[in-house]
């Protein structure tokens, strides 16, 4: 399998981050990124004109988890510098341009953004947010 635009950024062993561009392609059909016991699964699936993917819901079940809250992000618009950080000493770990149509799947340690033009950032992640207080530690606060 052949994918391209895909970028996983890992430090000291830990995945920190999955980067989807928004050119990215594969020559498989399936792409499923994260190990299967990731708790926000992130897939890429490449469909031909005319396929349909037909009507479904999915199965209620109980899903527990004891993982960091994750996150993804879409660059809806715009441009921002994603910068990825240590969660323990929370120093800068390594950075990434990230441009419209741009996703970026967070699973370890910090994160911030640095707004480059005016942008529309969509983001994703377990709820329901509980309050900055409870919710996260902000650096330098």
């Known amino acids: 399998m052949t994918t391209s635009g895909v970028e996983t950024i890992e430090h000291e062993g830990l995945t920190y981050a999955m ?58 618009a715009g441009r921002a510098f994603l910068r990825l950080y240590h969660a323990q000493d929370q120093r800068e770990l390594t950075g990434r341009q990230l441009e419209a149509g741009d996703m970026v799947l967070l699973l370890a340690g910090g994160h911030g953004f640095d707004v480059q033009e005016d942008t529309k950032i969509v983001e994703l992640k377990l709820g329901p947010y509980d309050g900055k207080s409870r919710d996260k530690v902000v650096f330098g606060s």
């Open 19 to 76: 980067i989807v561009r928004g050119n990215a392609t594969s020559d498989a059909k399936y792409n499923f990124l994260t190990e299967e016991a990731n708790p926000l699964q992130l897939g890429m699936n490449f469909y031909q004109a005319g396929e349909a993917i037909k009507p479904h819901y999915h199965l209620q079940r109980r899903i527990e988890t004891n993982a960091v809250v994750q996150e993804f992000v879409l660059i809806g």
